[in-house]
């Protein structure tokens, strides 16, 4: 019964939010394309491009919680209606850049727009699926991000040669990569079922099951779950599990919202071949995410899982650090990349296992708004070491550095809270 059920609910909502978040990270890293024609026709430092990228996690910051708050009050589905739709229209109105004030006030705007949708689905997955199963279906889930970068690259990469109507590529590339957030913005409102109990594709042996166990899992949960969401968010684990997450933010950003600009510097090709190039990180990352979290879920391990992962990513960087060439720096990149990738699978297992009801809310929210402030750190420490020496070395290290940190850090929090799940 659990296989049959879990298999149901992978095959008839993980393609729907699959879709969904390609969407959303699509639209959050298109930019890193856009920037190879906005440097010279705006005048943009990479310094300014730096800040710009990352500051849409400052939005993130502060209206994540909130977002995912009201999610709780109104429901998945209408809330992330809203969120697809305001997000989608704040993608297009990116043609109107014009410097880098408009640069950054629209990149806040669209952080802050998106900021609900990823915990919202992840607590949204937790209510589908049970903690057994929820570490691959998060991996799956995940693997939309570098799936984005698969589709997108090379479409946005020949989106630049696009000209006309007085726009340039890069206006282009903005205004027709965010018309489907608005559009499925309108589907979700239709089609998605916020709670078990709606799901008419389960048999009544099925919804039974899955209801027994959900119900039974709130049940365990530990004290966190009864505790006041003032002292979820404050509580020295949400903190720890942030700074873990914190490593895969900045890794996962630092490395994609930089992507095409490394590989155009070692390489010097076309907009269209450096998004062709660009394609093989997240392809492989892919893979990897997949494969850490079937492994995480097979044996019930989420600690070293995560922490290995980490390990791993820094390795990567480092080997990119100090590559002095198109080959050795993308396969590097690629590593680090990967395996940053790799820990959310299990990390997000581990960090959901103790958590129930509103509480759950508030702590996912809490944790992916105080980490994804590595996705400003990542994009923005590159930048800084560019404009001080033109090379990506020493941000990569501090790269390295600070996922190598989250890995030490998730042996030490996974210890403390156990990390198999029953």
């Not at 700074?243 to 630092?254: A, D, E, H, I, P």
């Not at 062709?276 to 995480?296: D, E, H, N, Q, R």
């Amino acid at each position: 019964m659990e296989a049959a059920t879990v298999s149901r609910l992978m095959w008839r909502l993980m393609p729907f939010l699959f879709l969904l978040y390609i969407v959303a990270y699509l639209d959050r890293i298109n930019v890193s394309f856009g920037v190879l024609q906005m440097r010279s026709q705006l005048g943009l430092s990479d310094r300014v491009y730096g800040r710009a990228a990352g500051i849409f996690f400052a939005g993130y910051f502060f209206f994540q919680l909130p977002s995912n708050l009201i999610l709780e009050k109104v429901g998945v589905r209408r809330w992330i209606s809203v969120l697809m739709i305001t997000w989608g229209v704040i993608s297009c109105l990116m043609v109107f850049i014009r410097g880098p004030l408009s640069f950054y006030a629209m990149r806040f705007l669209l952080g802050a727009a998106e900021a609900g949708f990823f915990p919202g689905i992840i607590l949204y997955m937790k209510r589908w699926f049970p903690a057994k199963a929820r570490a691959r279906a998060v991996a799956w889930f995940m693997t939309a991000n570098p799936l984005a970068g698969v589709v997108g690259s090379p479409i946005s990469g020949t989106l630049l040669n696009l000209h006309g109507a007085s726009l340039s590529g890069w206006q282009w590339m903005f205004l027709i990569e965010g018309l489907p957030a608005m559009i499925l913005g309108a589907v979700v409102f239709w089609t998605l079922a916020d709670k078990p109990e709606e799901a008419t594709f389960l048999t009544t042996d099925e919804r039974s099951w899955l209801l027994g166990e959900l119900k039974l899992e709130q049940q365990q949960s530990s004290e966190i779950s009864a505790s006041s969401i003032g002292r979820v968010i404050f509580s020295g684990r949400i903190w720890m599990l942030s700074l873990v997450y914190f490593g895969v933010s900045t890794t996962m950003y630092g490395v994609t919202l930089w992507l095409p600009s490394v590989i155009q510097a070692f390489s010097g090709l076309s907009y269209f071949w450096t998004g062709m190039i660009a394609v093989a990180p997240f392809l492989i990352t892919v893979v990897g995410m997949v494969l850490i979290g079937i492994s995480s879920d097979r044996i019930g391990e989420r600690r070293w899982h995560t922490a290995i992962s980490a390990f791993t990513a820094a390795a990567g960087l480092v080997a990119a650090a100090y590559g002095n060439s198109t080959l050795v720096v993308v396969a590097g990149l690629s590593l680090g990349l990967t395996f940053a990738e790799g820990m959310c699978g299990p990390f997000w297992a581990m960090a959901t296992s103790s958590m129930g009801g509103l509480s759950a809310a508030a702590g996912i929210a809490a944790i992916n708004s105080l980490a994804n402030l590595g996705g400003y750190f990542g994009p923005d420490i590159i930048g800084v070491f560019r404009t001080a020496n033109g090379g990506f070395r020493g941000g990569l290290l501090a790269i390295a550095a600070t996922v190598a940190l989250s890995g030490l850090t998730a042996l030490i929090v996974g210890r403390r809270t156990g990390d198999v799940q029953r």
